[in-house]
């Protein structure tokens, strides 16, 4: 089946430096949701993307679909600790309403 | 905190028990899942009930039975489990059960332990 990865598994940053975390997938993608799950937590939904080229914004966090469709990234600047966390990608393709993650990419910000 | 509310946080439970995991929203979502998330693994998905009927079943050992009595209520009766079967169980909620079907909202998880 269709697996989306993520890249990097894991990345350690110290506070105020930026982070990047890229969705692949060898095939087009439906909508891309990203989620960011905390140490012992469950899964937060952060945004949601739908167009090809589609860019959206929360304060620090930038979304991007790729024009293809087939890739997402998630970019955060200057990091702080409360970025801690796994963010996965989750797409949404196929029959409807299954929701499949990526790989996740963990993140470890220290100061 | 969350919207959707799941019970018990924490399940330790032999091979030969019988057990169940309970899920409920009042959010008025039609669509309800099950995830399985082993450590450091993305969450898996088990089961999504849409409208209160079974629509996906991920190939799912009947060890583990969903059940959904009403549209509010999600549950998981779980026997015969295996060790392997130790895990963070999610329940999910979304607004729409098909096309975009907009953001899931997650409990926080039972997380059991099957000795």
Redesign the interface.
């Known amino acids: 089946g269709q697996q989306v990865m993520q890249i990097p598994q894991y990345q350690h940053v110290q506070e105020g430096e930026d982070f990047t975390t890229y969705c692949n997938s060898s095939t087009t993608l439906s ?1 891309i ?1 990203w ?1 960011k799950q905390r140490p012992g ?5 952060l945004i ?1 993307l ?1 167009k090809s080229g589609e860019v959206k914004k929360q304060k620090r966090l930038t979304f991007q679909f790729g024009e293809a469709k087939k890739n997402s990234s998630l970019h955060i600047t200057a990091t702080q600790t409360t970025d801690v966390g796994t963010y ?1 990608c989750a797409d ?1 393709t196929g ?10 990419t ?1 993140l470890q910000v220290t100061l | 905190d969350t919207e959707v509310t799941q019970t018990p946080k924490h399940l330790v439970m032999g091979m030969t028990n019988k057990k169940s995991l309970k899920c409920e929203q009042h959010m008025g979502h039609r669509a309800m899942y099950w995830y399985k998330q082993k450590a450091k693994k993305p969450p898996e998905l088990m089961f999504v009930y849409s409208y209160e009927k079974l629509s996906i079943n991920e190939s799912v050992p009947s060890r583990f039975s969903p059940e959904c009595p009403n549209s509010s209520l999600l549950n998981l009766h779980l026997h015969a489990l295996q060790p392997e079967d130790s895990a963070l169980y999610l329940c999910a909620s979304s607004p729409r059960t098909s096309g975009i079907i907009g953001e899931l909202f997650f409990g926080e998880g039972s997380r059991l332990t099957v000795l």
């Not at chain 1, 299954?98 to 996740?104: R, S, W």
């Open positions: 909508n949701q989620y937590g469950h899964p937060v939904f949601q739908v996965f949404l029959t409807a309403s299954k929701l499949t993650f990526g790989t996740g963990r």
